[in-house]
């Protein structure tokens, strides 16, 4: 495991990087992101195991008592596995969630009890604007949803997009061919009745920034990259 590294990819939001080697044949990177505002939120908390590293990439940002949301897509330890570690580090922040991962998972697994988002429920964070978007089964988990931030169009795509290598932090280069190349490989995606309906809704926000929890993130025409991959999956 590396150090992890420190990239602003948009306006106020920050990319934290750890490449890992192992998991496959090239090094596989874990990547967080801070949106910095007001009340910042951090989505997606990390293995539980990399806490302490990212915790300290951080809080060179902002100090932990000042996070306010802490945030994820589904329950899996490269999400989550923080969780409870981040809730004793930041005394002020608050877990939030879809209805279904709170019911299902998180009113017993978090140390303080979560705050459940509707669909389309949007948290103002003071300068940011992040709207919950549930998206069962994509790209895996009953309980899978995502971000998307208003204010500069980043959806925040958790595992969507997936590709290997420690490549640069934010790229304008096609990243659908090498995610659609590595999920030929591990087959992550859940392909549900709901994947390319799913899908289609996340292109139509039109996003320009695509932060992405493993591989670069990309900034240009969102919605194409994500219409390859439901191709792909329609094609499957
Ligand atoms: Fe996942
Ligand atoms: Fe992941």
Known sequence: MTETKTFEI???????????????????????????????????????????????????????ARLRYLGFGHVEADECGGLNAWLAAAPHAEVVHGQTACMVSLNDLADRAPRPLAD???????GKRLRWMDTPHVPHG???????????????????????????????????????????????????????????RLAELEPTTLALMHGSSFRGDGASALRALAAHCAAV
């Open 10 to 64: 948009a306006d106020n939001i920050y990319r934290f990087s750890t490449a890992v080697s192992g998991v496959g044949p090239e090094p596989f990177t874990f990547n967080q992101f801070l949106i910095m505002a007001d009340a910042p939120m951090l989505f997606h908390l990390g293995h539980r195991g990399m806490q302490a590293s990212i915790a300290a990439a951080v809080e060179r940002i902002v100090p932990l």
């Open 120 to 126: 389309g429920e949007v948290i103002d964070l003071g």
């Open 142 to 200: 009953w309980e899978a949803g995502l971000f998307y931030e208003e204010t500069g169009a980043t959806l925040f795509c958790g595992d969507l997009l997936t590709h290997g290598g420690d490549g640069p932090p934010l790229t304008e280069s096609d990243i659908a061919g090498p995610a659609i190349a590595m999920e030929d490989v591990f087959h992550a995606m859940s392909m549900a009745p709901n994947t390319g309906a799913v899908l289609q």
